[in-house]
Each structure stands twice: as C-alpha cells, then as structure tokens.
C-alpha cells in the first residue's frame, strides 16, 4: 500500500513537471506591420521598427512572461518583406502567431497622406481606386503565400489574423488635413476591403480553418480582455489565446 502510495505520488510530480515544462515552452510569433507594433502611440523600446510597449504583442508578452516571445512585425512591412524577413521567426515548435499584413501593399499611408491634403493639391479618387485595385487584384495571392509560409514552418500553430480599423468617424477635426465627408466614407470601405480580403485568405485551408468559418463564431470565444485586447479578429484556427 505505501509502494503504491508513493507511485501515485511519483505520477502525479511527473504529471506536474510535463504540464509545467509544456507551459514554459510555449511560444508565440508576432508578425507584421505598425498595426501590429502600435506605431501610432509614440512610445517605442525598439525605434527602428517603433515597437511600442501598448502593442498587443507586448502586452501579451507581459501577461505570459514564461513564454518564448518573439517580436518580428516592424512598421512598414509588407508581405513581401515579412515572408524575406520575419517569417523565418516561425519555427517548428511555435504555438501561437499573429500577424496584420497587407495597408502597406496598398499603399495605404500613401493614400492618407495625399487625401489629407486640400482638394484642389490632390488626386484623392485615383489613390483610393489605386490601392481598391491592389486590394482586389494583387493582394489576394500575396496574402495566400504568407499563409502558406507560416503554416508549413509551424503546421501546428494556431494563427491569429488582425485586421485594419475605420480611421474616421465621418468629420476631420484636424485644422491642418481636409479629408471630405465622402472621402473618409470611402477610405473606411477601403480598410473593409482589406478586412474582407484578410478573412477570405485566413479561412481557406492553407490555415487548416473549415470553410465557411463566420467571425462571429470566433467572436462569441473571446473573453471580454481579449475582445478589448485584440479588437477584431479576422481568423483564429482555434480559441483564442488563454
């Protein structure tokens, strides 16, 4: 009885140690662009990628302090340039990765800076139309092949996708940019088709997702830190993180 008392004893400590080694090696990936980084915030570890300490990656990276963090999304990036420069980050033994890709395809701060400016100094419709075309056209592809890259580099991690948020609210309260009421309408309907395109690539079967997945499926899964952690989320290929 005390032999079998002190095997159970002995199961339950190795028990112990596999889910605690399991839980100190999970790592986590974070790819992509300023949206990923929090480039906007202005407060930066890391300035050549103005890597900001209230970017979700960071945050992350502070709530699981055991886990492996890797930082590999910098502003500016494109898919391009992640799938040559932060996707070899993605290993076998990555667990979780997120990543927004695809504003800086369309040229999209290009766009908002030349609608920024007045009506008559600028050709705001055709760079609208311009990134609605790459958005449309080219971008798919591009968005197939970072998908592809991650998921035969980590086949067995679960993939997070962001997309981009409305910038305007319908009125321009800056004295020194003059952004029309239709102009921001469609530059809103610009990040929509970018959402769109996200969410067609993230749930095709390069990401191992069903098809037909619905964003409110995923949505109902997020506990309200998440939610507000994470905003919208594109595509998940499974729960998200806990």
């Known amino acids: 009885m005390k032999l079998t008392r002190i095997s159970a004893a002995i199961c339950v400590a190795a028990l112990f140690l596999v889910f605690a080694a399991q839980a100190m090696a999970t790592k986590y990936v974070a790819l992509g662009d300023s949206y990923s980084w929090g480039t906007g915030t202005r407060t930066f570890f890391e ?3 103005q890597r900001s300490v209230y970017a979700y990656p ?9 886990w492996t963090f890797v930082d590999a999304a910098c ?3 494109t898919t391009s340039s992640l799938l040559s420069s932060q996707v070899a980050s993605v290993t076998s033994d990555t667990n979780w990765v997120t990543y927004t890709i695809g504003g800086n395809d369309a040229g999209f ?28 056209n080219t971008l798919p592809g591009r968005l197939d092949e970072v998908n592809n890259a991650i998921k035969s580099r980590a086949p067995s991690a ?10 305007f609210n319908g009125e321009d309260c800056n004295a020194l940019t003059w952004f029309s009421p239709s102009e921001e309408t469609r530059l809103n309907e ?4 970018l959402k769109s395109q996200l ?15 619905k964003m409110s499926s995923v949505a109902r899964q997020v506990d309200a830190f998440w939610a507000k952690l994470f905003g919208s989320l594109v595509a998940s290929t499974a729960s998200p993180l806990k």
């Open 158 to 167: 679960k993939v997070i996708v962001l997309d981009y948020p409305h910038l």
């Open 58 to 66: 960071y945050l992350l990276h502070e709530a699981h302090p055991t």
């Open 190 to 193: 610009t990040a929509d088709q």
């Open 75 to 77: 502003s500016g990036a």
């Open 47 to 49: 300035p050549s990628c």
């Open 109 to 136: 701060s290009s766009v908002i800076t030349e609608c920024a400016l007045p009506g008559w100094a600028s050709n705001c419709t055709g760079a609208i139309n311009t990134a609605q075309g790459i958005i449309k």
């Open 199 to 213: 969410s067609a690539a993230a749930t095709e079967d390069s990401l191992g997702s069903p098809k037909g997945w």
